[in-house]
């Protein structure tokens, strides 16, 4: 993840966490003893928050931290984080979202009635987030609490969604060969991706920089502009 062009921090194979500061990239770090980040996020420099399947990590700018209250099986698999900030979210597979603010980490809440997998999560500001789940549902922060899911998907044509905010306004969420957006509170129908393709062609991930431009990876071609 990187905050800006002269700070990234990256996770790695057996655990590390590897920083880039003005064109060097610093010695890798350890950031989890018996598993490895699977999930990176920072809000600055010196705020980055890590996940694994069952631990969370954070960074305070020169070294890393297990956070031990978010640790554990009963807190179900960590599924995405995202920063905005001074405070980060982190989603896992019990369909529950846990904050990490300075007062630290709130304790896992119950956002999905039904318990289904949130698969990824982004938070553009402290006031707004965008979660999905493995069954085509959506549903957002407002920075007092969370939405109820809204069914984007009606075909739950989900192999693992992704999705990316760039503003409080927007968002778009990928799932298979489909997409939706998100503006002004109102998600828009699943389009296909790539129409005429083979129906298990995926898109697996997408990053948005603005509502006019987002890039997914996936599908026959490997890389997708919208």
């Known amino acids: 993840d990187c ?3 002269e700070f990234c921090m990256v996770g790695t194979g057996r655990g590390l966490g590897i920083a880039y500061r003005n064109g060097v990239w610093d010695q ?50 960590w599924t995405d984080v995202s920063c905005a900030e001074s405070r980060c979210s982190a989603a896992n597979a019990l369909g529950e979202i846990d904050t990490l603010t300075a007062d630290g980490w709130g304790g896992p809440i119950p956002v999905m009635p039904t318990g289904a997998p949130l698969d990824a999560i982004d938070c553009p500001s402290v006031t707004f987030c965008a979660a999905v789940d493995g ?19 009606s ?3 989900s192999a ?6 760039p503003t409080v306004r927007f968002c778009m969420a990928v799932s298979q060969n489909q997409y939706s957006t998100l ?4 998600w828009s129908p699943p389009k296909s991706a790539f129409p005429g393709a083979d129906s298990t062609t995926s898109l697996v991930s997408v990053s948005c920089v603005s509502s006019t431009l987002c890039v997914a990876v996936g599908g026959p071609t490997g890389t997708y502009r919208w």
């Not at 693992?160 to 905010?165: E, L, R």
């Not at 503006?183 to 109102?186: G, I, K, L, M, V």
Request: hydrophobic share 35%; charged share 15%.
């Open 160 to 165: 693992g969604h992704s999705v990316s905010c």
């Open 155 to 157: 075909a739950h044509l």
């Open 135 to 153: 069954e085509g549902n959506a549903l957002t922060f407002d920075g007092n609490g969370w939405s109820e899911p809204t069914l984007v998907d």
């Open 183 to 186: 503006h002004e509170n109102a």
């Open 28 to 77: 890798p770090q350890q950031a989890f003893v018996d598993d490895w980040p699977d999930h990176v996020a920072c809000a600055a420099p010196s705020f980055c928050v890590a996940a694994s399947t069952t631990d969370v990590a954070v960074y305070d700018g020169s070294s890393w931290h297990n956070s031990l209250h978010a640790r554990g099986t009963a807190y179900g698999v």
């Open 3 to 5: 905050v800006s062009s």
